[in-house]
């Protein structure tokens, strides 16, 4: 079945770091692809997704490219806040009523 | 106004004992899931249902039961409760539509088993 793999955290950097989460699927299909962010004591909120190969998703000073060749989707941003301090999911679905979750990567900025 | 609202935040309750979790969404969206988060953050869907009908379901032990009322709420119902039962429990909904994929989550229900 479908299934996402990211890297483990935890993740701690010093602010203004360059932020790389590692995350890769496996599908049958052609999937979307999407990250979300959960925040302390909160739901998860979409932040950013893309939907077809070669597809780049931005929010917030966060990138991922969707690339087939490698089946990855990896989550980079160039200066870290501490405000970005949250976990990290990386999410696949092939339908919209079956969203498939990473294990969520926990990042820490200090500052 | 909260778009997915879910009641209660927290509930600590014995083992053995019965609960509910009420899930209600604003958002006009045809399709409703609930989510488990355990300690380590890891997140597992439970069931999912479109315009009331259940289209999900997991593994999941048939002490727990979704009812779904109409397409606005999506009501979780857990007998029997055991110690392996505590975790956040998510609510979250979609339009249902392929190009979107957006799921809009609830703030979540904290239960612990005692």
């Known amino acids: 079945g479908d299934s996402v793999t990211q890297m483990e955290g935890p993740v701690t950097l010093s602010e203004e770091a360059f932020l790389t989460i590692n995350c890769t699927y496996t599908a049958t299909g052609y999937p979307s692809l999407f990250w979300y962010v959960q925040y302390p004591g909160e739901g998860l909120q979409l932040l950013l997704k893309a939907t077809k190969a070669d597809d780049k998703g931005s929010n917030k000073g966060f990138e991922a490219t969707y690339r087939k060749e490698t089946t990855s989707f990896h989550l980079e941003k160039g200066s870290v806040q501490v405000s970005d301090s949250a976990v990290y999911f990386c999410a696949l679905s092939e339908n919209n009523n079956d969203m498939r979750f990473g294990a969520g990567t926990r990042l820490t900025v200090k500052p | 106004d909260t778009a997915v609202s879910q009641t209660p935040k927290y509930l600590v309750t014995q083992m053995g004992n019965d609960k509910s979790i009420k899930c209600e969404q604003n958002?006009?969206?045809?399709?409703m899931y609930w989510y488990k988060q355990d300690s380590k953050k890891f997140l597992k869907i439970m069931f999912s249902?479109?315009?009331?009908?259940?289209?999900i379901n997991e593994t999941v032990p048939n002490r727990f039961s979704p009812k779904s009322p109409d397409k606005a709420h999506l009501n979780l119902h857990i007998n029997s409760l055991e110690l392996g039962d505590s975790a956040v429990y998510f609510c979250?909904?979609?339009?249902?539509?392929?190009?979107?994929?957006?799921?809009?989550f609830g703030e979540g229900s904290r239960l612990t088993v005692l």
């Open positions: 249902y479109n315009n009331k009908e259940l289209i």
């Open positions: 958002l006009g969206h045809d399709t």
């Open positions: 979250a909904s979609s339009r249902g539509d392929a190009n979107t994929g957006e799921l809009f």
